[in-house]
């Protein structure tokens, strides 16, 4: 990833004259990217396609190390921390979906343990 270049425009308040800094597009579009992979890994979850949901997840990953290479500007910091926020809330629902489908497949394993035994013990 390039580095980060930073635009800044100057704003006239009130005949004061103050810097504003506004987010370069490279670094918007990484952060729509974060929360897009993480809806996206949600979706997955819920489909229980856990592999390519571990894909996304690693793509991401590389993503967000990549733009924190650089410090975030303080007056980025606000819309870096919303987009984060996003992001661990979907994290969140795909803990949750994935510790169900964990429980779901130890009681299928279960009942099949319990199944095999009583077989062998049909069958002895």
């Known amino acids: 990833m390039p580095s980060r270049k930073r635009s800044k425009r100057t704003l006239f308040l009130a005949d ?3 810097v504003a800094h506004s987010m370069s597009p490279e670094d ?3 952060l729509e990217s974060w929360v897009a992979l993480s809806r996206e890994m949600v979706e997955l979850a819920r489909a229980e396609e856990w592999d390519q949901l571990a894909q996304r997840e690693s793509i991401r990953q590389q993503q967000i190390r990549l733009f924190f290479k ?3 500007p303080a007056a980025d910091a606000a819309q ?3 987009s ?3 992001v661990l809330a979907m994290d ?3 803990q949750q979906l994935a510790e169900h489908a964990r429980d779901v497949a130890a009681r299928s394993m279960g009942e099949l343990k319990r199944g095999s035994q009583a077989v062998k013990a049909y069958t002895a």
Do not use: H, Y
Request: proline share 0%; aromatic share 0%.
């Open 70 to 72: 650089e410090a975030v």
């Open 80 to 82: 870096v921390k919303a």
């Open 84 to 86: 984060i926020d996003q």
């Open 92 to 94: 969140e629902t795909v």
């Open 16 to 18: 004061e004259r103050c």
């Open 28 to 30: 918007a579009k990484s």
